[in-house]
């Protein structure tokens, strides 16, 4: 009776809350799992540490050559958007009693068909970022070997063969495989599998020494800082900057980290917001000293195609190779971690996503003796780490850029449409300035992507058509809601 | 059943044979109640040192048997025996072998916390090679005297592998005509900080795993006979001693486990979530031998 329901019936379709809740429920003895234990300051930090590391060590070399010195306009227009976004998302997030991803959150409130589609963005948010971060880690370990063994691994080992030529994909280049990159991804899959996770007090850890190896880095690059060096400051004028904007908007991902901890929260009206714009006043500004110091000891032509930019620009300033070293340690160990976070959250999304029938039983088979989704992660490492082995990184930036857009502007339009179609439901945190900020959100995210370049388009349009087909194929009939109302309707 | 227990003149010695009583008083079997004591060379020297060695062994070894012998009293049937061996490990297999026992009873170490398990080195050493089931006391095991076995709860895995082990468990239910209890383990795993995914990730993956464990226990109890009859249960904590906390144990309850696959045939070889169950199990636990796979599936 798979024909019960109407197409449309199909693509509106809402998972009741209470089967949110239940699938996410606790050990019997903390039902009602409400302990909001999160502070203020945990949660800023939980915003800094997951978004540091996604991409502010690598990103220089690709949007310098697009923007000129003008990048660090970019960093604080994709800031903005990243915020925006993240402001509206925590709305949403503030409906639902339970943390979840933002799939699990538009699945509750804007129905099946808009929570397939955001669930396909966020494989480009997390599987394609996890890629591109792999990649940038395989830089930084080549550095430090070079450093501490004189001698990197072979060029044909350390990158992609397909070459972005400006953006259109072509084979050529010395490179055969980016090895470490895929050992990168297999080391955190293994981790994942025997269940290792990362705690607070590790990601404490983490932002240490993220925020410790950049302070360090601006406070060594001031003291060659040359102005002469920012001039042209804008050599492709602001289509330029537009341009990296987006490409730069994917070192903001992790931000939503914050808004899905709104039920975790103490005071979730006044502290979410507060938590979000702190960590991106934090994270903004490292980013923006950052570039603004690696641009005055570095003239902006020398960007281009730097590997380990950061440490690299480091050696050169100084004459001395420990504190590129030291960058390149703080590189490699938080680089891995962010990694390990990613790949984390991508398996766990493609469960959510199966145990609703969205996806193959495969996808939610936990091992038991592990007690983790074996098959899943597996799954995921090889898809991740194939891409990260032959795909250049440059490409996969603004492919999560792409994706994680494109899923923010769906979240704030849903925010907006429920302002009109559910008023009552109750909301733990509202937007302020509704609906300016919320319009405002859409059209930073429309702007941002329409200067991403058309390569991406047509991935995005490839894997949105392959989305649909599998929707159509798969996932309307097997999704469990299509199982419950079946049930009803021969019961009815 | 024939219990075979390895004694001691110490605490672990005493706790060993407390349990020893509780399963041959269950089956209506006995108990060979053995001491190994260290061989001697045998060799006459000159002084007669070895020989006033060997003597003295053999003065600790009735000591310690005849407080044993004090120990059990009439409760149970029992043969007291010392043994002269290489190890200890050693003795007590080749006893094993000797007597026809049906299982080795041990002690624990005396590093372990008050009311749990930890093994020692003799103990790890039969644990990895016995050919038998092995019975543990936990460190303090001290059953009153009117304590009776009252269940086995057999830990099971939602594998193929464990049906065998529920099977197992089964036949020894049925010796000792004790209700069986088959119970999986859901150990919650840590939440990863911070995540876009929301903070409750994990407990999705627990809960599908308590569904998972629940299908599984269904098709493990239609597998087995119906008598004595088989109940399931889930452990669901965020630790294994929570999760141990998280179900209710009666007075004179033992809790099974079945050795892991990957060991050598027939022997008992322990996996580590048998080790963590073994090592937070505030009661006492029964290891059994995997038996290997052909009939398992």
């Not at chain 1, 949110?20 to 903390?30: K, N, R, Y």
């Not at chain 1, 690598?58 to 003008?70: D, K, R, S, Y």
């Not at chain 1, 003239?299 to 620009?313: M, R, V």
């Not at chain 1, 769906?410 to 909301?427: A, E, F, N, Q, Y």
Request: with cysteine; charged share 15%; proline share 6%.
């Amino acid at each position: 009776m798979s024909e019960a329901q109407s197409l449309g019936a199909r693509l509106l379709r809402k998972k009741p809350i209470e089967m949110l809740v239940s699938d996410t429920a606790g050990a019997d003895s903390e039902h009602g799992h409400l302990r909001r234990g999160i502070t203020p300051f945990q949660l800023t930090m939980f915003g800094v540490g997951s978004t540091i590391g996604t991409g502010i060590f690598f990103v220089l070399a690709q949007t310098v050559p697009t923007a000129g010195p003008a990048v660090i306009v970019s960093f604080v227009i994709a800031g903005i958007v990243a915020g925006l976004t993240a402001l509206c998302y925590a709305e949403m997030a503030s409906m639902i009693p339970v943390s979840g991803s933002s799939y699990s959150y538009a699945y509750a409130t804007l129905g099946e068909g808009v929570a397939y589609f955001v669930a396909c963005c966020l494989i480009l948010e997390y599987g394609i970022s996890a890629a591109a971060v792999a990649v940038g880690w395989s830089g930084y370990l080549n550095k430090l070997f070079e450093i501490v063994f004189g001698a990197g691994l072979p060029a044909a080992l350390l990158s992609a063969p397909l070459v972005a030529d400006g953006y259109a994909l072509a084979f050529g280049g010395e490179g055969i495989i980016n090895l470490p990159a895929v050992i990168l991804v297999f080391m955190c899959c293994l981790l994942l599998i025997r269940g290792s996770k990362e705690s607070a007090k590790a990601n404490a850890v983490m932002v240490l020494i993220k925020m410790g190896v950049l302070a360090m880095f601006i406070l060594i690059t001031v003291t060659g800082f040359s102005a002469s060096n920012l001039q042209p400051f804008a050599p492709f004028g602001f289509a330029g900057i537009s341009a990296a904007a987006g490409t730069i908007f994917f070192t903001y991902v992790g931000l939503d980290a914050v808004s899905t901890a709104g039920e975790e929260v103490e005071n979730p009206k006044r502290n979410l917001p507060i938590a979000i714009i702190a960590a991106l006043l934090i994270v903004t500004s490292l980013y923006v000293l950052v570039a603004v110091t690696a641009l005055g000891v570095q003239p902006a032509a020398e960007f281009e195609g730097q590997e380990a930019g950061l440490a690299t620009i480091l050696e050169n300033l100084t004459g001395h190779t420990w504190p590129a070293l030291v960058l390149a340690c703080g590189a490699v160990i938080s680089v891995f971690s962010v990694t390990l976070v990613v790949l984390y959250g991508q398996t766990r999304i493609l469960f959510a996503m199966s145990r609703d029938g969205m996806l193959p039983e495969l996808f939610y088979r936990v091992n038991p003796r592990t007690m983790s989704p074996v098959a899943c992660t597996i799954v995921v490492a090889i898809f991740v780490g194939l891409i990260a082995a032959f795909v250049p990184d440059a490409v996969l930036w603004d492919l999560t850029s792409m994706g994680t857009l494109v899923a923010f502007m769906v979240v704030s339009t849903g925010v907006m449409i429920l302002r009109r179609t559910r008023p009552d439901m109750p909301r733990g945190f509202r937007v302020p300035f509704f609906p300016v900020l919320p319009l405002l959100s859409i059209a930073s995210c429309i702007y941002l992507i329409v200067n991403l370049n058309p390569t991406t388009f047509k991935l995005f349009g490839v894997w949105l058509v392959f989305a649909a087909v599998f929707y159509f194929a798969y996932s309307a009939r097997n999704s469990r809601l299509e199982k419950a109302a079946n049930a009803a309707a021969v019961r009815g | 059943m024939k219990c075979l227990v390895g004694y001691s003149a110490d605490q672990g010695g005493c706790e060993a044979l407390a349990l020893g009583i509780l399963l041959a008083r269950a089956s209506g079997g006995s108990m060979v109640v053995c001491t190994i004591v260290p061989e001697t060379w045998g060799h006459p020297s000159m002084a007669r040192v070895d020989a006033e060695y060997a003597g003295f062994l053999e003065q600790h070894a009735r000591k310690t048997l005849d407080k044993a012998r004090a120990q059990v009293g009439k409760r149970a049937p029992a043969e007291f025996l010392s043994r002269a061996a290489p190890s200890a490990r050693e003795g007590l297999l080749a006893t094993a072998k000797d007597m026809a026992a049906d299982c080795i009873v041990l002690g624990s170490s005396r590093g372990a916390r008050l009311g749990s398990f930890l093994e020692g080195g003799v103990t790890s050493g039969v644990l990895h090679t016995a050919p038998l089931p092995v019975a543990l006391a936990p460190r303090s095991y001290a059953p009153g005297p009117r304590a009776r076995l009252s269940r086995i709860t057999c830990a099971v895995s939602a594998t193929p592998g464990s049906t065998q082990t529920a099977i197992r468990a089964h036949e020894v239910c049925a010796r000792l005509q004790v209700p069986l209890r088959l119970l999986t383990f859901v150990v919650r795993d840590r939440q990863m900080y911070p995540t876009g995914v929301g903070y409750q990730a994990e407990n999705m993956v627990a809960n599908q795993l308590r569904a998972q464990a629940a299908a599984g226990q269904k098709a493990i109890i239609s597998a087995l006979p119906p008598k004595p009859p088989a109940t399931a249960a889930i452990a669901d904590g965020k630790t294994w001693k929570s999760a141990f906390g998280s179900v209710p144990w009666k007075e004179g309850e033992m809790i099974a486990v079945g050795s892991s696959n990957l060991g050598p045939l027939l022997r008992v070889f322990l996996g580590s979530n048998a080790a963590k169950i073994l090592h937070s199990a505030p009661i006492p636990s029964l290891v059994l031998p995997w038996q290997g796979s052909a009939k398992s599936d």
